[in-house]
């Protein structure tokens, strides 16, 4: 199986659900790496497509080429739990690529409040649109699944998680209602009803299209679980290093649980203006030599990262430019202290800076544990790059309790979570 998901932190948490039940699970975290070796190796493999804020018509063109260079039997088209990015656009790509027979959409993950009723998606109870993903530059325009999909020319049918509940409800009749592949959208507001929907599919070719929360249940033709990996023990040097890059009101709301004097702030401002962030490397470098956990972040709170996009907007950057500025800003402050250390593991936050990160560390493919720090929040171990057989946890943005962030530093130092 594989699993195209748009950015690094969703094909990470969605491949979990795989890695948990004991499939060999692998995810090639830089886009631009050649996968037939690594898929070779296993069972599922997760690809990293990096495709979230592209153009439209290039991220259907990057997941087309990358469904079709795959080998898999099954494809699962993983998509943002608040679907952000370009939603319809690449799971119509995913679909012509695949050839199946239906795409079955299920976005849901009630375990961490995303749901679907009436084909309506909520995050914790407010319609998508209407939070804070709404006003991302490529968040959801609408919270009906059916609006989201009337850019592209394909049937679409709501099925309720009653008609689920007895057996395929109207996912046979909507195969056949149709000389075109529909996409059927399956309405979940708890993990009993993913587990319907998964059942259900079973009978059909179909492209599975979800977040993490129906990855938990799909099954992979074909091929049996073996045991489930142990979580790799943190490197007998060096303490946990933690980089943030996610300015998500949730991420923001975990950095104020972690010990201050462990935060290390970069000036956002002056990664705009492309300054190297020397001050942060060496005071992360300091802590870390002292056997103490340090996590480097440009947004500590809500005002520094309205500073960054002033000044973005004063430099007269577009806020994608803005965006990547900070993302490799951060990238290279955090490599220039794992080239000098190495840490007893690494936590990235934020699809673009864990991208930028891996990158330039030369990895290119994380072998996931099968266990998580929390729910969506997965263990894995670098395969290579300069920092291979390290302990890597990665949490996208909206992801984990208050005390997320504090759980996954203190996992590497062999606390408990």
Request: hydrophobic share 40%; with cysteine; aromatic share 4%.
């Amino acid at each position: 199986m594989i699993v195209v998901a748009d950015d690094l932190t969703g094909a990470m948490d969605t491949s979990q659900g795989f890695a948990a039940r004991g499939y060999e699970t692998a995810v090639v975290a830089d886009p631009e790496a050649e996968m037939d070796a690594v898929e070779e190796e296993t069972t599922v493999l997760g690809v990293n497509t990096d495709t979230r804020y592209d153009d439209e018509d290039d991220a259907a063109n990057t997941v087309s080429d990358a469904v079709g260079a795959a080998s898999a039997r099954t494809v699962y088209k993983k998509v943002d739990s608040t679907l952000r990015g370009n939603f319809a656009a690449e799971v119509d790509a995913a679909l012509d690529a695949a050839g199946s027979e239906l795409a079955l959409v299920a976005p849901a993950f009630p375990s961490i409040g995303r749901t679907t009723e009436d084909g309506v998606h909520y995050v914790d109870g407010t319609p998508v649109a209407e939070t804070e993903y709404g006003d991302d530059e490529k968040g959801p325009a609408s919270s009906s699944i059916r609006d989201l999909f009337a850019s592209v020319d394909r049937p679409v049918e709501i099925v309720s998680h009653a008609a689920l509940g007895s057996g395929d409800g109207g996912i046979a009749a909507a195969v056949e209602r149709y000389d075109r592949a529909p996409v059927v959208v399956c309405d979940a507001v708890e993990d009993e009803h993913l587990a319907n929907i998964a059942a259900a599919a079973d009978d059909f070719d179909a492209l599975y299209v979800g977040s993490g929360g129906l990855a938990e249940h799909v099954r992979v033709r074909g091929a049996d679980p073996g045991a489930r990996s142990r979580s790799p023990p943190p490197c007998s040097t060096g303490a946990a290093f933690g980089v943030v890059g996610s300015v998500s009101a949730t991420t923001l709301a975990q950095l104020e649980h972690v010990p201050e004097e462990a935060v290390v702030p970069v000036d956002g401002p002056a990664l705009v203006a492309g300054e190297e962030p020397d001050a942060a490397v060496e005071r992360a470098l300091r802590r870390l030599r002292e056997g103490r956990p340090a996590v480097l972040t440009a947004a500590t709170d809500d005002e520094a990262v309205e500073r960054t996009h002033a000044a973005g907007r004063e430099a007269g950057l577009p806020s994608a430019a803005v965006r990547d500025r900070v993302a490799n800003g951060l990238a290279s402050a955090a490599t220039a202290v794992l080239d000098e250390e190495v840490p007893s593991g690494l936590l990235l936050t934020g699809g673009d800076i864990a991208v930028a990160v891996i990158r330039g560390l030369d990895a290119t493919t994380v072998r996931l544990t099968g266990e998580e720090v929390e729910a969506g929040i997965p263990v894995g171990t670098f395969v290579d790059g300069r920092t291979a057989g390290v302990p890597l946890v990665t949490k996208a943005g909206g992801f984990g309790s208050e005390e997320a962030i504090v759980n996954c530093l203190a996992v590497f130092s062999g606390d408990d979570a």
